[in-house]
């Protein structure tokens, strides 16, 4: 079982930057690969990024590409998602996960998931 915070969220202008975080408990945080995915109202849940179990693969989604960075802390136990450069159409529920694939981007592929963190862009 793993246990996920996410935390970082906000309101932020456009051309702005945040810094989520996700803090893992209950597992081996080093055996798990993990993403961050975002959900608009009324939308299906969509893929942002995904690092792999060591850090040294990562795959984003085209619209972030450029403008997100994933990462993490094995030792700390935490992914972060770096967003900058925001926009209006980044505003949705933030959500990291962890997956036991070796670097996943379906929702499908992944086995446990946080509370979400709203974010918010203005124009």
């Known amino acids: 079982q793993v246990q996920l915070v996410e935390s970082g969220g906000g309101l932020a202008q456009a051309g702005g930057s945040l810094r989520l975080s996700c803090a893992a408990s209950?597992?081996?945080?080093?055996?798990?690969?993990m993403g961050w995915f975002h959900q608009a109202p009324g939308k299906e849940r969509e893929f942002v990024a995904a690092i792999s179990r060591s850090g040294g693969s990562t795959s984003y989604a085209n619209s972030v590409k450029g403008r997100f960075t994933i990462s993490r802390d094995n030792a700390k136990n935490t992914v972060y998602l770096q967003m900058n450069t925001l926009k209006p159409e980044d505003t949705a529920v933030y959500y990291c996960?962890?997956?036991?694939?070796?670097?996943?981007?379906?929702?499908?592929?992944?086995?446990?998931w946080g509370q979400g963190t709203q974010v918010t862009v203005s124009s």
């Open positions: 996960a962890a997956s036991r694939a070796r670097l996943a981007v379906l929702t499908t592929q992944y086995d446990y």
């Open positions: 209950g597992s081996t945080f080093s055996s798990y690969a």
